[in-house]
């Protein structure tokens, strides 16, 4: 018994060890089996990630890319209103330059038509101290020669005042006449140098505006169009010092003016005294 035991056991050792080589076998094949699988679960999953990553980063650049084009879209909505209150206020102050030489062009009116007035009021006291005094010359002339004195001295001192007058008159014609000249020049100039302003403005403006539209960086946009502005403005500024020295001019032009009326009155007192020296031969001290 003890000796079938024994071979039974011998045999079923040599049985196991025979099999031990096709379980290692199994058991290293089945280990190969999960290491690549989860090899390859460990690839899926990095490629998951990578996807993922890909799909969020392609995310963040498509909102980056909505962001600028809202912000390009809010900044050239800005851009365009700052651009049209800038406009109103180039329009208001070429409105309040033409209104301002409007106003002067009715004050220098109105005060022509005062000094016309005054002149004609001064002439109607001279015509009545004139008419008093001829009237106090017929009473005093008793022949015929003093009347004939009288009457020749009235003729050539009526001459006088017209001449002295018509010289007046034209020396304030000419005057005003150069003076409205020149304003109208300095005017056309004005409005050319606005209007040459007005269009740079402009010019700057709509390329300002094609470049937003195109999606040119704002602070390109806004320094491209800044620096055209103040161009336009050093423009304006320089053009401005041609519409200077009225002041001067105007002067020169009062000179020439006063110079003809004093002359026409050293005329017109020397006729005066020539025409009473005369008188006077006739008619005596009366």
């Known amino acids: 018994m003890k000796l079938m035991n024994k071979r039974y056991l011998s045999a079923f050792s040599l049985a196991a060890v025979l099999a ?5 076998l199994a058991e290293m094949g089945g280990a190969n089996t999960r290491f690549t699988q989860r090899a390859e679960e460990a690839k899926a999953r990095m ?39 800038q406009s109103d206020r180039v329009d208001t102050r070429e409105t309040n330059v033409k209104n301002r030489v409007g106003d002067r062009l009715s004050r220098r009116t109105d005060r022509r038509d005062n000094r016309d007035e005054s002149l004609d009021g001064k002439r109607d006291d001279q ?22 004195a009288v ?22 014609e000419d005057f005003r006449t150069a003076v409205d000249k020149l304003v ?6 004005a409005s050319s140098t606005y209007g040459e302003f007005r269009s ?18 704002p602070k390109t946009v806004m320094t491209n169009y800044q620096a055209a502005v103040k161009a336009a403005q050093e423009k304006l500024k320089g053009n401005k010092d041609e519409l200077t020295g009225l002041k001067d001019e105007v002067k020169a032009l009062a000179e020439t ?15 005066v005294e020539a025409a009473k020296t005369k008188l006077q031969a006739v008619m005596g001290s009366n």
């Open 20 to 24: 031990m080589p096709s379980i290692a």
């Open 47 to 85: 490629e998951g990630r990578q996807t993922r990553m890909e799909e969020r980063q392609a995310d963040r650049t498509e909102k980056r890319e909505e962001m600028k084009e809202k912000r390009q879209d809010a900044f050239c909505t800005r851009f365009s209103e700052r651009m049209e209150n």
């Open 127 to 148: 015509d009545e101290r004139r008419t008093a005094l001829y009237a106090l010359l017929d009473e005093r002339a008793d022949t015929d020669a003093e009347k004939a």
């Open 151 to 172: 009457a020749e001295f009235k003729s050539t001192i009526d001459a006088a005042v017209v001449t002295r007058r018509a010289a007046v008159d034209k020396a304030i």
């Open 184 to 189: 109208d020049t300095k005017k056309s100039t």
């Open 200 to 217: 740079a403005v402009d010019a700057a403006a709509a390329e300002a505006k094609s470049d937003c539209e195109a999606g040119t960086d």
């Open 257 to 271: 003016r006063k110079q003809a009326i004093e002359s026409a009155l050293e005329t017109f007192k020397a006729a």
